[in-house]
């Protein structure tokens, strides 16, 4: 589970509370599509803690939970490509 912040100020005392808790932490910048804002980039903080206490946390701080994180997806397939280039012309003079 983890939660996401606007504010790194906010981020920061998210991630002191869970650590003086014993929880593990870890806080990264979060980046969506569509974003060319490198500042304006929100912040993740994934932990192990109980969803409740992160729930609160939240809730405090004026962020969202995200209870799936995103999926790293295993790129397509390649397509297969010809053998040989197609051939428009008949080869054979059949008229």
Not at 32 to 61: K, M, R, S, Y
Not at 78 to 94: E, G
Request: negative net charge.
């Amino acid at each position: 589970m983890r939660g996401i912040f606007f504010d790194e100020d906010a981020v920061r005392a998210v991630e002191r509370q869970l650590v003086s808790d014993g929880f593990e932490v870890t806080v990264s910048r979060q980046w969506f599509a569509g974003e060319d804002d490198d500042e304006a980039h929100p912040w993740a903080v994934v932990t192990d803690a109980p969803p409740i206490v992160l729930e609160l946390l939240v809730d405090q701080h004026d962020g969202w939970l995200d209870d799936d994180p995103p999926v790293a997806q295993a790129p397509p397939a390649p397509v297969p490509l010809p053998a040989a280039p197609r051939r428009l012309h008949r080869s054979d003079d059949a008229f």
